[in-house]
Each structure stands twice: as structure tokens, then as C-alpha cells.
């Protein structure tokens, strides 16, 4: 046990936090009290620590463990262009796979330390399958580690993803999250948090699509992704650099930092999405006027 | 032979029935190149032997003459295996005798096929009906039956108890089963027949040809006891219910099931196995037999995780006219040990039960296509990098390659198959300067490339393509190709 305890540290009321976040876990009759295992940092900085002065909605550093986050993709206006179909005409929506494969990877990362075994991520949905050869470098543990399911209906994916996130086997649990009633995202969420009770990860991200903001659902976050455009022409060298705002439109527990935006930029040499270096040290100008990453 | 017969077999059933007319050899690699390992008997009468260099194979035999074949000694060792369990239907004691033969304990045995030559005849003829060249032969010890079998002028022979010594006297050296170098070295003295080496003084074959002769010697004359290690036949475990009559309720014949669910387990608990396939099969009132059959990605004998992948199954089995009999059986079976039960249930080995536990309820699901994994193949062309693979052990499995990824970086989002555009480029060979497609079009900001992938020259008109990443004017990065043969320009991939 002398690990779980060893990183409370920080401002009292940090401490006081996560001491409260360990005696809720012991009454809900968790086999192990993981702290250190208990968020999964993104790692790009502005968005940690805006989430680490969060709610217990959000956890403590990053995404919360045992819980379900859901990323609202991209909205695609232009028919033509290759993206999934919506129901209205001109309706259309592109996953943001790149920040999934990112914080899938880190998921696995910060739980599979020393233990080794049989962890391991799921991507339930063909629709949220990531191309294989895209895993290259730092992501090629998360595809030696990836399972994918495809269910045949609506049904039998709901069934997977609660399934996946109950067990204690599964780090993460990347699901196509589309038309999900109030009723299903509260089972899946609850699923969740036995989950991670159980020693799993209990950690879910649901790609939903972009015109799904509206609807109601009991996921501990929720993030709408939009398209930047890259500034600047490229040089030869450089891998494609994709960038994309995301904004956290909902946060359990907390109303207040709604709204906050920040820049994010993919295709680094490693391959990871980065908060992009003109984007660091510039002061902030976003929707609400403080959410824009600053060098935390 | 025996190799050449499998390979035969297989290639006759993968050609469905259609015979091969070219001479067979099976071809090892070592470490000097490749070898013949086993030939047919045509090749053989071609000047082809085991041991040869492919290359002089080849200079023996017409190339169109000679159908070539991968050796796999460990494939054909367990058909030898199953071989020997076929056997027991003449002994119960049956040892395999590697590479290729069969060794019979028949003491008893005879009598039940009226006398020994009849059951030599009885195993030939089935040998012949499996389609399986052999020689069979019977005697008073393991060692003359080998020896006869091998090295006699009979297909089918048999020695009669006191005849050991007679049959073996002709018989080369080899035919005593000793290593190869003491053949050797007897053959350099001269000595080459059996009935030489019973002529040599006793006392001194130890110390001059080693220990192994004189005990082959004496197991062969029966004056040593040899014994044999039979395989072992494993019988599935089962267990089953009759009924007073046709049961309809489906809560009766649930529980039932249930009961002998837990009884199963508990047997193959006592055998510390855990089966790897749960069959339940349901004999109905004027209809045929069900049988609901539940594979498992891993042995168990857990009776809650077996119940939760049965259930759902019988549920939705069609109960008929009512239900007469229930029946459990497992097979194949594992070894599996016992294990402590422990209050905190935590560690990986815990976890890979789990994950194991997990995808045999998914699998039973969605389906074996349903769960899989990716594995990585060694290739330049995009959408054949990678394979699909049958999810099925824990952590890692064994098929799956995924330490080839590497650079240059591949969007995530791959379409298959790549959606043609109108592309407008300023120069034939240059990038990109506005892409269209059916409902719109956008003008390209910044572009990357090109990226030459050639189609693979085994593959014919596969043309060569020029990869250009580029973001158009609403910030999409897009994976767009040029065909050079054929001029058209194709949407492959995205970054999203």
C-alpha cells in the first residue's frame, strides 16, 4: 500500500480531495484503492491542470478512471468529402481518432506499469477502428494490446461496451457512441465505475457525432472537437500536422470551467498530439476568455 | 514413406480428390541450404536419395516431374500420435516408435482375432484402406518385430516364439536398432550380417563397439525385457440426465442443465483438467438431437463462466415436443492445475484468466470475425499492411507482429477502397492544387510529398502510386494518390 499513498502531496485541499476520492472507493468495497492509477493524465499540460482543479467529476490528474468521457467529432458540412453519414442531408461526422489513439495509449501506458499480464484496449464499432499501420513508434504497444469487435447491431455494441468496461482485464474501452439514450449512457457509466472497482481501468471513451451535443447523458465529461487549419505551408520534411480544438462542453461536478477551449496539434516526430508551440506562450482569447492552453 | 503418404493425403484432400502424378520429395532447410529430406519411390528410382542436395535432385529429375514439398517432422509426429491411437483398436498397449512405426503390445490380444498371423493381416489391410504404405510383422520381442518389419523380405511376416534367432541371423546390422556409427564400425571389420556379430565373442562387443549392442542384441533375442511407453487415450468427460418422460418446461430443463454443469466441473476437477469445448446436447421427443457447443479460448472448469456462455444458447434452443435426455460432455480436454484460492484476487495471472474469460463471452457473441486483433504485414502497400487475426489468448498473442510499424506516418482513417477525385494539379508530376469530389470541392493550402509506393512485381498491373498529404482550404488533411500509369487521382486515407 505504500505506493497507493506515496504522491499525496500538493495544497491541502489536493490532499483533502483525493483522501475523501480513497474513502469513497473503501465504502463502495473496492478490492484495491489504486491512486496513482486513478486518473489517466493527458498529457498535454493546460488541459491537466485545468482538470486536476476540477470537480470529483473529473478526477485527479486528467481523465478520470472509472468513468466515461465522450468526444463529439468532428461536423462535416461537405458531402462529398469522405466522413460518416448522417441521418439529414449534409450531415456528416469524421471521429477525432488521432486524440483517441492518444489517450487510449496513455491509458495503457500509466496503468500497465510493473504489472505486466493481460491488459488490454478495445475499439468496439468498425467505425472507430483506427487504420493499423497508423500505430507506428510510441503507439505500436497499443496495437500489440488492441483488441477490435465488431457488433452487428446497436444492441449487442451496447452489450460490448458495458461488458468491456465491467471487466478487470480492460484498460480502455474506445466504443462508436452514437445514438445513446440517457438510460444506456447511465448503465454504461455505472459499468464504468465497477469497473475500475474490480482492478480494471473502468475507462471509456465514446466517439459520438458532432450533432449529439444536445442530448443528455451521464458520461463525466464531454468534449466537442473542431478542425483548425494549420498555419503556415509545410515543408517536405515534416510529417502532416492535423489541428483540432477541443473544448470541454460538459464536466460532472463542476459547471464553472464549461466552455473552455484549447489548440491541440498532432503529427510530431513521435507521433503523439501536443499542445502546439505557437499556441503555448500566447494569452489566452477563447470562447469564455481563460481556457486557452497557457504554459501551466 | 511415412511423411510422403501424409503429404499425399493432404494434397489429395486439398485438391478434392484430384491425384498429383509427379514424383514427391519433401525438401529441409539446414544451415548448408536445402536438402531432400524424403522422396517418393519414383524419385527414388531416379538416382534420388535423402541427404542429396536439392540442386543435384534437380539435375536427376525433369523440373515439371517433380512436385516439391516443405518437410515438417513435427506435423507428421503428431499424426504418427493419433496413428497409434487408431492402433488401439488392435491392443490396448500401442507406443509410437519415431520417426515412423507403430509398436503393438498383442500379448492376449491374438486370440481375439484368431491367431497372430490373422491379426497381422487385420492391420495390414486396414494400413492399406488408410491409404498408408507399411510393413507389419509380429514376434516374441519388440526387437525381432522391428527387425523383420524393416530389414525382412515380407510385407507381412510373422516369427514364431522360438523362431527369434533364426529370423534375425540374415538380417543386417541396422536391423538390431543401434546407432548409426556402430554400424560403421562393424561394417569396417568386416561384419555386416546379425549372424556375425552372435559369432563374435560376447565379452568383448562392449568394450569395443559400446553398451548399446549388446543390450539391442539381448532385448531382440528376448533375454533383456524392453518395455514401451503407450500413448494414452484421453476420453472425454461427460455427464448426463434422463428424464421421466418428455420434460417441456424450459425451467426444468434449465436447471438440469445447470446441475450437471457443476457436476462436470466438479469431475474435471478430480482430473485437475479444464475443458477447452462444452457441448450440450439435447435429445428430443420425435425430433433429432440438438447439440449446443460452446468453445473456449482457454481451458476452464469454472461452472459460472461455462453457465453464463451455455445459457443464452439454450434459451434460445428449440425444446420441440418435450426433452428426453440431457447431455454434457467436454472435449477436448487440458491439464489445468488446482489452484489456492486467495482473498485478493489481483496479479496478472488473475487478469489473463480474466481477459480470457472475457473474450470467450464476446466470441460467443458477436462471433469468432467479430473479435479480432491486427497483425502487421511486411508490405508497401497500404491497405495490405495489415491482416486481421482471431483474438483468442491473452496479452500479446503469439500471431500477432506488430514491431515492423514504423515511419513514414499513415493516417488512421484508411478508405477502402480509395474514393476517386478530380484533382487539378499545376504539373503532371507535381502536387495537388484543387481537390473535387461529387458534392464539392476545396482548394489545397499546403501539400506533402511525393511519397512513391510501387505496386509489388509479383503482382501484375498493380500500378505505382505518388502519395501527397494535403490540407485543403477547411484545414482536412487528406491522403491523396496519383495513379502514374493511368493518370487518375485517388482520396486513400484522412487524418482525423
Known amino acids: 500500500m505504500r505506493s497507493a499513498y506515496a504522491d499525496i502531496e500538493g495544497s491541502p485541499e489536493a490532499v483533502r480531495q483525493r483522501l475523501r476520492e480513497v474513502i469513497r472507493r473503501v465504502e463502495q468495497g473496492g478490492s484495491e484503492v489504486r491512486l496513482a492509477d486513478s486518473g489517466v493524465p493527458t498529457g498535454w499540460d493546460a488541459v491537466d491542470s485545468a482538470l486536476a482543479n476540477q470537480g470529483a467529476g473529473a478526477g485527479m490528474g486528467g481523465l478520470a478512471r472509472g468513468a466515461v468521457h465522450e468526444w463529439l467529432g468532428i461536423g462535416e458540412h461537405d458531402t462529398g468529402a469522405p466522413c460518416e453519414r448522417g441521418r439529414g442531408p449534409g450531415q456528416g461526422w469524421i471521429l477525432p481518432m488521432s486524440l483517441l489513439m492518444h489517450l487510449a495509449a496513455r491509458a495503457i501506458r500509466t496503468a500497465g506499469e510493473g504489472e505486466g499480464g493481460g491488459r488490454a484496449a478495445v475499439w468496439i464499432g468498425s467505425r472507430c477502428w483506427p487504420s493499423p499501420s497508423s500505430f507506428a513508434g510510441v503507439y505500436a504497444e497499443l496495437l500489440g494490446r488492441s483488441i477490435f469487435l465488431e457488433p452487428r447491431d446497436r444492441v449487442s455494441r451496447l452489450w460490448a461496451i458495458e461488458l468491456c468496461l465491467r471487466s478487470g482485464a480492460i484498460d480502455v474501452v474506445v466504443a462508436d457512441g452514437a445514438r445513446l439514450g440517457m438510460a444506456e449512457s447511465r448503465r454504461i457509466q455505472l459499468a464504468a465505475e465497477a469497473g475500475l472497482a474490480r482492478g480494471g481501468g473502468g475507462f471509456g471513451l465514446l466517439a459520438r457525432p458532432a450533432w449529439e451535443g444536445g442530448a443528455i447523458s451521464a458520461a463525466a465529461t464531454r468534449w466537442i472537437v473542431r478542425r483548425e487549419i494549420t498555419p503556415g505551408s509545410a515543408s517536405s520534411r515534416s510529417p502532416p500536422r492535423p489541428r483540432w480544438s477541443i473544448e470541454l462542453s460538459r464536466c460532472r461536478g463542476s459547471a464553472s470551467q464549461s466552455g473552455a477551449r484549447w489548440v491541440l496539434e498532432g503529427g510530431d516526430e513521435t507521433g503523439i498530439v501536443c499542445v502546439p508551440a505557437d499556441v503555448v506562450d500566447r494569452p489566452g482569447s477563447a470562447a469564455d476568455g481563460r481556457g486557452l492552453a497557457r504554459s501551466a | ?496
Request: a neutral charge; proline letters at 6%; aromatic letters at 6%.
Open chain 2, 1 to 496: 514413406m511415412w511423411s510422403i503418404d501424409l503429404v499425399r493425403r493432404r494434397m489429395v484432400a486439398a485438391s478434392r480428390g484430384r491425384r498429383d502424378r509427379r514424383a514427391l520429395v519433401l525438401v529441409e532447410t539446414d544451415g548448408h541450404g536445402q536438402r531432400v529430406a524424403r522422396c517418393c519411390a519414383r524419385a527414388r528410382k531416379a538416382g534420388i536419395t535423402p541427404g542429396m542436395t536439392l540442386a543435384h535432385a534437380r539435375a536427376l529429375m525433369p523440373i515439371d516431374g517433380v512436385r516439391l514439398e516443405p518437410f515438417e517432422p513435427e506435423r507428421d509426429d503428431a499424426a504418427l500420435r493419433s496413428l497409434a491411437r487408431w492402433a488401439m483398436r488392435f491392443s490396448p498397449v500401442v507406443a509410437v516408435d519415431p520417426p515412423d512405426g507403430l509398436l503393438l503390445d498383442i500379448t492376449g490380444c491374438d486370440r481375439l482375432f484368431g491367431g497372430d498371423r490373422r491379426l497381422v493381416a487385420r492391420v495390414g489391410e486396414a494400413l492399406d484402406r488408410l491409404g498408408f504404405a507399411h510393413r507389419v510383422a509380429a514376434g516374441p520381442t519388440f526387437g525381432v518385430a522391428w527387425g523383420v518389419a524393416r530389414f525382412g523380405g515380407q510385407a507381412r511376416a510373422v516369427v514364431a516364439d522360438d523362431g527369434a534367432t533364426e529370423a534375425m541371423r540374415p538380417l543386417p546390422i541396422a536391423s538390431l536398432r543401434v546407432a548409426d556409427e556402430t554400424v560403421e564400425a562393424l561394417d569396417e571389420v568386416g561384419v555386416t550380417r546379425v549372424s556375425e556379430v552372435l559369432a563374435l565373442p560376447r565379452s568383448t562387443l562392449p568394450s569395443r563397439f559400446g553398451a548399446e549392442l549388446l543390450l539391442r542384441i539381448d532385448r531382440a533375442l528376448g533375454s533383456a525385457i524392453e518395455t514401451i511407453e503407450p500413448v494414452r487415450l484421453s476420453l472425454p468427460v461427460s455427464v448426463e440426465r434422463v428424464f421421466d418422460g418428455p420434460a417441456t418446461q424450459a425451467e426444468a430443463i434449465e436447471l438440469a442443465a445447470h446441475e450437471l454443469l457443476v457436476e462436470l466441473c466438479e469431475k474435471l476437477a478430480r482430473r485437475e483438467s479444464g475443458a477447452r469445448r462444452v457441448t450440450l446436447e439435447l435429445d428430443r421427443s420425435d425430433l433429432g438431437p440438438i447439440a449446443l457447443t460452446v468453445t473456449l479460448s482457454r481451458a476452464s472448469r469454472d461452472a459460472e463462466h461455462l453457465w453464463v456462455l451455455l445459457r443464452p444458447r439454450l434459451e434460445r434452443a428449440d425444446h420441440g415436443f418435450g426433452v428426453e435426455r440431457v447431455m454434457l460432455q467436454a472435449w477436448p480436454i487440458e491439464r489445468l492445475a488446482h489452484e489456492q484460492i486467495s482473498r485478493w484476487h489481483e496479479g496478472p495471472r488473475d487478469q489473463e484468466a480474466e481477459l480470457g474469460r472475457l473474450l470467450d463471452t464476446l466470441v460467443n457473441r458477436l462471433g469468432q470475425r467479430g473479435v479480432t486483433r491486427a497483425s502487421v504485414v511486411q508490405t508497401h502497400v497500404p491497405e495490405r499492411a495489415c491482416r486481421r487475426v482471431a483474438a483468442t489468448g491473452a496479452g500479446t498473442s503469439p500471431g500477432v507482429r506488430t514491431d515492423e510499424v514504423e515511419a513514414p506516418p499513415r493516417p488512421p482513417l484508411l478508405l477502402t477502397p480509395a474514393q476517386e477525385v478530380k484533382v487539378t494539379a499545376l504539373t503532371p508530376d507535381g502536387p495537388p492544387r484543387r481537390i473535387g469530389w461529387s458534392g464539392g470541392e476545396s482548394e489545397v493550402t499546403a501539400s506533402l510529398g511525393p511519397e512513391r509506393i510501387a505496386g509489388e512485381w509479383w503482382r501484375r498491373r498493380e500500378p505505382t502510386r505518388d502519395y501527397f498529404a494535403v490540407q485543403d482550404d477547411a484545414g482536412r488533411w487528406l491522403w491523396v494518390y496519383h495513379e502514374l500509369e493511368t493518370g487518375r487521382w485517388f482520396l486513400h486515407g484522412r487524418w482525423s
